[in-house]
């Protein structure tokens, strides 16, 4: 669920078929949030770095990045979230901290209109970067914010020549200076090339945070890895069989999901519904690999470590459509004429 509390289409368009039961369960599973080490250390370091702003110190920026799925998003979003408001004052609502979307293809303008969305001030929102810029200042203050959460800010590098990208980061420093934020740059690993196009950011820089997948080779990954799958498995309404907290199937759900929870939540919602619909009282294997298959991405030749999924062959029928490409609406209305008896 993103921030606007909408479902991905592929999600949405299951729970459409969903009755009320396989609803409470998938939705279970889909809000469930797993608060690991890793979480605890990037919220504090959120949390440090939110701090600094009152001390009256020159404002310093951070790189918080990881391979996709680790959980980036979701962390800001809460943080932004507790800590954003909007709260009510008696001179208007405040927003200490402020959560970006970077568009693709950034460059300073639409990174300007991209702050004023986030501020909710989309009236300002124009061509002219000067004037923008101007307006951006104005609500930042007025809004008293300290914090800025750049989303996605991988576009600067992976969508934009280097110097392009080093003119558009020199232009945000230049406007961040003037209100002294601090700024949180997020991403994927990609993101750390900032860093090269962009020597002052070390000078600013109050350290990064990354979020890494969790190793099996690592004996402290594992362990804490093995503690989630417990705690995972006692919240669940439909229960995994063999309990996710054994060692083979703990295994078998890192190797799966590539030691990322978003991908072992991914699995488990679909696995949820299958069960569901199967009309079973635990997710077997059978459910988990078929959730497995669903999920492929172009990687056809991974092994699915839940063995081989069921197959179900239905009988084959002819589509009921009406679609002019396929013509199966005239041969089946052909195939009604011959069949059929006519008065003579």
């Known amino acids: 669920m993103d921030e606007n509390g909408h479902y991905p289409p592929e999600i949405a368009s299951l729970l459409m078929g969903a009755d009320k039961v396989e609803l409470s369960r998938l939705a279970q599973v889909g809000k469930m949030v797993i608060e690991h080490s890793q979480y605890v250390r990037a919220w504090e370091w959120l949390t440090d770095m939110f ?34 408001g909007p709260f009510p004052t008696r001179d208007g609502a405040i927003r200490p901290v402020i959560r970006v979307s970077t568009p693709a293809n950034p460059n300073l303008v639409n990174l300007l209109q991209a702050i004023l969305i986030a501020l909710e001030a989309e009236g300002l929102i124009n061509n002219d970067a000067a004037d923008m810029r101007l307006s951006v200042l104005r609500q930042l203050t007025a809004q008293q914010v300290r914090m800025i959460i750049f989303d996605e800010f991988t576009h600067i590098v992976e969508d934009r020549s280097e110097k392009f990208a080093a003119k558009t980061m020199r232009g945000l420093k ?50 804490e890895w093995m503690a989630m799958m417990d705690l995972i498995q006692g919240h669940l309404l439909l229960k995994v069989s063999p309990p996710l907290g054994t060692d083979a ?14 991908n072992v939540m991914k699995l488990l919602f679909r696995a949820t519904s299958f069960a569901h619909r199967d009309g079973g009282k635990t997710i077997s294997m059978g459910h988990l690999s078929m959730a497995f298959e669903r999920l492929r991405r172009g990687d056809m030749e991974s092994v699915n470590p839940f063995g081989k999924p069921m197959l179900r062959r239905p009988k084959p029928r002819l589509a009921e459509t009406h679609d002019e490409e396929t013509n199966l609406s005239k041969r089946k209305n052909k195939r009604d004429r011959d069949d059929g008896f006519e008065a003579s």
Request: aromatic fraction near 8%; charged fraction near 30%; include cysteine.
């Open 51 to 84: 701090l600094e702003s009152d001390t009256g110190r020159e404002a310093t920026s951070g790189l918080f990045y990881g391979v996709p799925g680790a959980g980036k998003t979701t962390i800001l979003r809460r943080f932004a979230k507790k800590f954003g």
């Open 174 to 223: 230049e406007l961040l200076s003037e209100k002294h934020c601090q700024v949180v740059f997020a991403g994927t690993e990609d993101l750390i090339k900032i860093h090269k196009l962009y020597g002052q950011m070390r000078r600013r820089s109050v350290g990064d945070m990354q979020l890494t997948a969790f190793s099996w080779e690592s004996d402290d990954d594992q362990a």
């Open 249 to 262: 199937i703990g295994r078998k759900m890192n190797q799966a999901s590539g030691g990322i929870m978003d």
